[in-house]
């Protein structure tokens, strides 16, 4: 079973940054042969997706909220993607997922699985 394991949330300022980290295991094919995404679930809210990225990592996603923001990246040698979170606004606050995608969209919640077990990001004002 694929094993996705957060980490890198906290408690910051806003205007401040914050990195965050997914590292893969377990997988029964290639890191490096799958897309990556993050997703952020705030209370009493759906999870909504934030950032993906192709295989290669040449190719990134962003939702609109982020963009010029947050900043996707990953090390297929480390089997790790990584979410790089500038400027963070109080309306960031989540638990933040990371996730494989699945199916043919690069946004959608349902094209996504093997969720991990989230990190909490709480930016005060």
């Known amino acids: 079973q694929v094993q996705l394991v957060e980490s890198g949330g906290g408690l910051v300022q806003a205007g401040g940054s914050l990195r965050l980290s997914c590292v893969a295991s377990?997988?029964?094919?290639?890191?490096?042969?799958?897309?990556m995404g993050w997703f952020r679930q705030a209370p009493g809210k759906d999870r909504e997706f934030v950032a993906a990225?192709?295989?290669?990592?040449?190719?990134?996603y962003y939702t609109d909220s982020v963009k010029g923001r947050f900043t996707i990246s990953r090390d297929n040698a480390k089997n790790t993607v990584y979410l790089q979170m500038n400027t963070l606004k109080p309306e960031d606050t989540a638990v933040y997922y990371c996730?494989?995608?699945?199916?043919?969209?690069?946004?959608?919640?349902?094209?996504?699985?093997?969720w991990g077990q989230g990190t909490q990001v709480t930016v005060s004002s």
């Open positions: 996730a494989v995608r699945s199916g043919p969209t690069w946004t959608s919640l349902k094209d996504f699985k093997y």
């Open positions: 377990r997988f029964p094919f290639a890191f490096s042969s799958s897309g």
């Open positions: 990225i192709r295989a290669s990592g040449g190719t990134t």
